[in-house]
């Protein structure tokens, strides 16, 4: 089975330019999440879809970060505008419905200038 | 609010030789926990699951509630179990499925 795609792999911007990233989960999944991992931490969870409904933002930083998933299968993180902060790998993860397993992608690496 | 402590961040053993990766969380319902490994230039990938008490290449791990502790052990470290490792929690209620994620420990097992 095909895992967890991300694009790109790496991006490198200059702070207050907008940057987008790619997820497409695996089939069949109904549940996606997207992580920040910053340098020497573990991965913070940002938005949490199922299907294409959010069960959980609370630690998105809403005034420039968005995230959409579009009909319940592949998703979209957005940054605008960056700031120097935001440098840090996005992870996205997919999970069956109700399932425990968390599986990741690649994930992207961003750094702001 | 729910944590996970990982109190190493790096963690040196020889080939053969015990390893003890510690993990400690606070939490106020009923936790489930994870440890997931990430191998060089692989994804982040779940290792065990503490419901499940399974034993996954060789690696075990026991809740210990009264110690809000969940260390990884294996007895005897292959060179191959160099990887970075992060002991998670998975939330229930409302946040269903949200993984809070501990700071990792670099394992290096040397020959």
């Known amino acids: 089975e095909a895992g967890v795609a991300q694009s790109p792999r790496y991006k490198i911007i200059e702070k207050r330019q907008s940057v987008a990233f790619w997820c497409n989960p695996i089939s069949g999944h109904a549940t996606l999440y997207w992580y920040q991992q910053i340098l020497g931490q573990g991965p913070k969870l940002l938005i949490q879809?199922?299907?294409?409904?959010?069960?959980?933002d609370s630690q998105l930083p809403k005034d420039r970060f968005s995230a959409e998933r579009l009909k319940g299968v592949d998703s979209t993180l957005k940054i605008q505008p960056a700031k120097l902060e935001d440098s840090a790998v996005y992870l996205c993860a997919s999970s069956p419905l109700r399932g425990y397993e968390q599986f990741f992608g690649p994930g992207t690496r961003l750094t702001v200038l | 609010a729910q944590r996970v402590t990982q109190p190493e961040k790096l963690l040196s053993v020889f080939k053969g030789a015990p390893v003890e990766l510690k993990c400690n969380y606070s939490?106020?319902?009923?936790?489930?926990l994870f440890w997931y490994v990430q191998y060089s230039r692989q994804r982040l990938q779940l290792l065990l699951r503490?419901?499940s008490r399974e034993s996954i290449k060789g690696f075990t791990a026991d809740l210990n509630k009264g110690e809000t502790s969940f260390h990884l052990k294996k007895p005897f470290a292959q060179e191959e179990d160099s990887a970075m490792y992060y002991c998670?929690?998975?939330?229930?209620?409302?946040?269903?499925?949200?993984?809070?994620f501990g700071q990792g420990t670099i394992l290096t097992v040397h020959p």
């Open positions: 998670a929690l998975r939330s229930g209620g409302t946040s269903y499925g949200k993984l809070t």
């Open positions: 939490y106020s319902g009923s936790p489930e």
């Open positions: 879809f199922q299907n294409n409904g959010v069960v959980d």
């Open positions: 503490h419901i």
